[in-house]
RNA sequence: GUCCCCAUCGUCUAGCCAGGUCCAGGACACCGGCCUUUCACGCCGGCGACACGGGUUCGAAUCCCGUUGGGGACGCCA
């Protein structure tokens, strides 16, 4: 049992290949088979190495690593010549002069006459040897149909009649995208192809190829697009569509994975899946039938989940970047995984981490103007000089006194426990939203502290 | 235009294949409350869907037909 995930190199990987590159890989993993990679780029033009590079790191990032491959299709030219050949000795193939412009005539008629815009087979009978400009076309059965039964549809089945002769070989003498994928899987082995939606009507074509080249037929299993908030098929025009946007807007890809996975498969009314629990769950029956919408908010929950689970060095690994973004390029690693267990339950991404995270690895945390100006003002001076003195006899180690000091103090001062934290945590952090007021202090550490309400204090003051 | 596929809350979906236990369950989002030193987290509650029309049946979200809507394909792109 072998799946295979081939993308052709003209784009970053997006959310849908992304997702059908998962399926092929858990169930690959799932039933102990294996998982080919391969490069579709038998269409020089577009082919760019700078996105073969783009891919493979997104599914590195993603985790899906492959057992055979990576196969280049421009460097197996000599095989496809090889089949062509073979179907053209076979009388499965002819060579077609047709110009172009006859091509376009045809397809326009076709259309006309309400038909589909299909090749005539005027070059069919003919005979025809190798020429300048020739191409060669698959002959195909004109009656009977085609049919599969596919792993995530069902019955499919096609007239062979609505199926014109294709191109296999261009007149540039490359193969075309047809003729290549059904040489490359049945080369290597492939017995599951699993790919998107928009293939279905490619499938009874590529049987017949399977068929005339004499190789057995793999299972065919589709699953649906992956629509944007509109419901079109999901593209540029709809933001972040490329599996490394979401890295760089601070998601885990445990997240997007579990995001990717819940959107059009499901396990009951699970909805979070370890990437271990989707190997042992995942099968392709219980991929949904139906085109589905992409939904931040989900991604977002979902991330937020992991987020809570990640191991906090890794997280303290992964934030540089997004602390280099702010301007953060230098700090303590020490105070900064500190800091992340407390601060991520009010976070759902890396970037937010990193905004959480900013005023305890900073030497003076920039004050938030409202804050300031609200609870930096000489009415809470005794507070802070009196928290002052209790950070400088009680240090930061005994929480528990330290919350006993606050309430007697507010008690005192006839103020509720929020009158004393506030400002105190505008003076350490420069915000008014922060973990709770003895953990800050914890986080910081009896020195940090200190300066920190010092220079709150002469703020005060000038 | 032709062919193929699809159709449950705003979104992802469970249920459908083996009709009744579904005046349809879960999750996200949203709204309200609780908790509370702030902000979150968490907990509790609320809002909210079987596209429409026929048929089969004692009984249909589940089966059949049609309609509508959506998507995909129709290339010397993949």
Redesign the pocket.
């Known amino acids: 049992m072998r799946t295979r995930f081939?993308?052709?190199p003209?784009g970053a990987l997006h959310l849908g290949g992304a997702r059908t590159a998962l399926f092929n890989w858990l169930f690959a993993r799932h039933h102990g088979g294996e998982f080919v990679f391969r490069l579709?780029d038998?269409?020089r033009e577009?082919s760019r190495d700078e996105h073969v590079d783009s891919i493979m790191g997104a599914m590195d990032w993603l985790g899906l690593d492959w057992d055979q491959g990576p196969f280049y299709q421009s460097q197996r030219f000599d095989r496809y010549r090889q089949a062509i050949q073979q179907m053209l000795d076979s009388g499965r193939a002819y060579w077609c002069h047709?110009?172009?412009e006859r091509?376009d005539q045809v397809?326009q008629e076709a259309?006309a006459k309400?038909?589909?815009?299909?090749?005539d087979g005027h070059c069919r009978e003919l005979g025809l040897g190798p020429a300048p400009?020739a191409?060669v076309r698959f002959r195909g059965p004109n009656s009977g149909d085609t049919a599969w039964k596919d792993l995530i549809?069902?019955?499919?089945?096609?007239?062979n009649s609505?199926l014109?002769d294709?191109?296999i070989l261009?007149?540039?003498g490359?193969p075309?995208?047809?003729l290549a994928v059904v040489v490359d899987d049945v080369d290597m082995g492939i017995s599951h192809v699993i790919r998107g939606?928009?293939?279905?009507?490619?499938t009874p074509r590529q049987i017949l190829l399977y068929q005339a080249l004499d190789s057995p037929v793999p299972q065919f299993g589709h699953v649906?697009?992956i629509?944007g908030p509109d419901?079109?098929?999901l593209s540029k025009r709809h933001g972040a569509t490329a599996v490394v946007d979401y890295r760089e807007l601070g998601y885990l890809p445990e997240a997007m994975l579990n995001c990717l996975a819940?959107?059009?498969w499901?396990h009951?009314?699970q909805?979070i899946f370890s990437r271990q629990e989707l190997v042992e769950l995942f099968n392709l029956e219980?991929v949904?039938?139906?085109?589905?919408?992409f939904?931040v908010?989900?991604l977002?929950?979902l991330n937020?989940h992991w987020l809570?689970q990640a191991d906090p060095q890794r997280l303290a690994d992964l934030l540089p970047p997004f602390l280099a973004a702010r301007g953060v390029n230098a700090f303590d690693r020490a105070t900064l995984v500190k800091a992340i267990p407390e601060i991520r339950?009010?976070?759902k991404t890396l970037v937010e981490l990193a905004d959480w995270a900013e005023p305890y690895l900073v030497e003076a945390p920039a004050i938030d103007p409202k804050a300031g100006a609200k609870f930096l003002v000489s009415a809470n001076r005794p507070v802070l000089e009196r928290v002052r003195g209790l950070v400088a006899e009680l240090g930061v180690e005994a929480p528990e006194a330290m919350?006993e000091a606050f309430r007697q103090l507010a008690e005192e001062l006839g103020v509720?426990?929020?009158g004393v934290?506030?400002p105190v945590?505008v003076a350490l952090v420069g915000r008014?939203?922060?973990?709770?007021?003895?953990e800050v202090l914890a986080i910081l550490g009896r020195e940090r502290s200190l300066a920190r309400l010092d220079r709150a204090l002469s703020a005060i003051q000038g």
Request: proline share 10%; charged share 30%; with cysteine.
């Open positions: 081939p993308p052709s003209t579709e038998t269409d577009r047709c110009p172009p091509l397809r259309l309400g038909g589909k815009p299909m090749y400009g191409v549809k069902g019955p499919i089945s096609f007239a609505e014109d294709l191109v261009r007149s540039d490359s075309t995208y047809h939606d928009d293939h279905v009507s490619n649906p697009m629509l419901k079109t098929k819940r959107l059009g499901s009951g009314d909805e219980a949904g039938r139906g085109a589905a919408v939904d908010d989900k977002n929950h937020a809570q339950p009010r976070t919350e509720k426990l929020g934290a506030q945590r008014t939203a922060s973990p709770g007021i003895f």
